[in-house]
């Protein structure tokens, strides 16, 4: 659950595009975006959705700080739109909506870069708080630009940080004795935190050197589930489907 007075003070900067071809959808969805955010454009099949980003771009001078798209659209479909946005900006926050019949594609969208996919039916409240934690990234971003990728210190909360370049976290100053391999997990998640990393990428990454071994989704999920005991305040999800990915402050 969500603080709403913290919505409402992520929100209300952000400029957000929203492609969707069902017109009951795109009315409901469309009304509830535009309560919480102060710019909001709508349109209904890819090709018009990529033309409205362009232009926006053009003049605003900045990219839409979200953009919500589906995968099935007409003209370019949900894939081809965002292999369209990335191409222009790597950056940008882009949240899928998909049927749970469109599984095949997911992969190739969490490769591209995507946010979050949210599956159809849309659940309003698993939606308002997918729509919060990334408002919430995008506000810090603005607010702290830089700071995080030029820093050798990631703040995960309040009180817990990780040394980049010596791969050491702290709580309150004092470090936190963790195993090669959890060290690993973390040190991979935040080389890109606003990137979720596949379960295949981290078994490759954290087993590397044990060639003999045969590591399974379960293996690291063992880890996770160590690291959620030893680091209860950090917020490392598991998200069904496509991947893993850390929340920092």
Not at 84 to 105: G, P, R, T
Not at 205 to 226: A, C, F, G, T
Request: charged share 25%; net charge neutral.
């Amino acid at each position: 659950m969500f603080d709403y007075m913290l919505f409402e003070k992520y929100a209300k900067n952000i400029s957000v595009l929203f492609i969707e071809d069902n017109k009951i959808v795109r009315k409901e969805i469309h009304s509830l975006l535009e309560e919480l955010f102060f710019h909001v454009d709508c349109s209904i099949d890819g090709l018009n959705g990529i033309e409205k980003y362009s232009k926006y771009f053009s003049t605003n001078k900045t990219y839409y700080d979200l953009v919500i798209t589906d995968i099935k659209i007409p003209k370019l479909d949900g894939i081809q739109l965002t292999k369209m946005i990335f191409d222009q900006n790597k950056e940008q926050k882009l949240i899928v909506l998909s049927a749970h019949s469109d599984s095949k594609y997911l992969m190739e969208l969490v490769n591209i870069g995507i946010s979050q996919f949210i599956t159809k039916p849309i659940e309003i409240n698993n939606f308002l708080n997918v729509i919060f934690k990334i408002c919430e990234d995008i506000f810090f971003s603005k607010n702290a630009k830089g700071i995080i990728t030029n820093s050798k210190v990631i703040h995960l909360s309040l009180s817990t940080t990780w040394d980049k370049e010596h791969k050491i976290i702290k709580r309150n100053e004092k470090n936190v004795k963790l195993s090669k391999k959890e060290l690993l997990f973390v040190d991979l998640l935040l080389t890109n935190s606003e990137r979720t990393y596949t379960s295949t990428e981290l078994i490759s990454y954290i087993w590397k050197d044990e060639v003999y071994h045969s590591p399974d989704v379960q293996n690291l999920n063992n880890i996770l589930s160590r690291l959620r005991k030893k680091l209860p305040e950090v917020e490392i999800e598991n998200i069904y489907g496509l991947g893993y990915r850390i929340y920092i402050e």
